[in-house]
């Protein structure tokens, strides 16, 4: 991971393990939030991208180890909600389970129409947290976010720019011109509005069976044998316990 200025107080994030398709473990999430709020005073914009031709394939299995590495995503994904300036998504190639949540965490989302988005939890025995159910839903629409949550389905780029998921098609370099373009716009405005569209989102829910589904999944066996069958390269054989 490395941050450079884009100038015009433009924070450019790279996600850079391109060896990984820069999936993330754990000192990466740290690192990615850290960077996040730790951006200087004065940022008014940042984009997140990933290096080699992929955002992020999301979460690097050899480096999870429970639900732990969930709730410390959580506050990579919460920080780039609140960061206090827009935040964009420059996304190019796979932007899979972890990548697609940390799409959505963003403001705004540009994509190449080859880029892939999708969670395939229901393909490793993972169950991802409500608050990233909501933001698909309320950005990609509710049938093909359960298309994406249910039948673990992707999305191209142009067919997530028709759902309206990403705002611009294009390469990764525009996500930054459109960045420098929004820094040149009134921060008070912009940080304000941020606040009152993130006010907007519904409070999550507090029903005990989504804590404990979330908690069934994560301590399963399912699990065991989806990591497994990933690192052997075979399909698994789930069996709900």
Known sequence: MHVEDGGSAVVLLTIDRPDRRNAIDAEHVEALRDAVTGAAEGTRALVLRGAGGHFCAGADLKGIEGPEFAALLRTLLHALRDAPFPCLAAVDGAALGAGTQLAVSCDLRTATPDAIFGI????LGLVVDPWTVQRLVAFA?????????????????????????????GPPDDAVAWAVEIATKAPLTISGHKVMLNALDAALPTDPAVAAAFDRAWSSADLDEGRAAFAERRPPQFRGE
Do not use: D, F, I, S
Not at 120 to 123: C, E, I, L, N, V
Not at 152 to 168: F, I, M, N, Y
């Open 120 to 123: 395939p939890a229901a393909k």
């Open 141 to 169: 629409g509710q049938g093909p976010a359960r298309a994406m949550l249910l039948a673990a389905e992707t999305v191209g780029g142009t067919e997530a720019h028709g759902l309206g998921l990403v705002q611009r098609l």
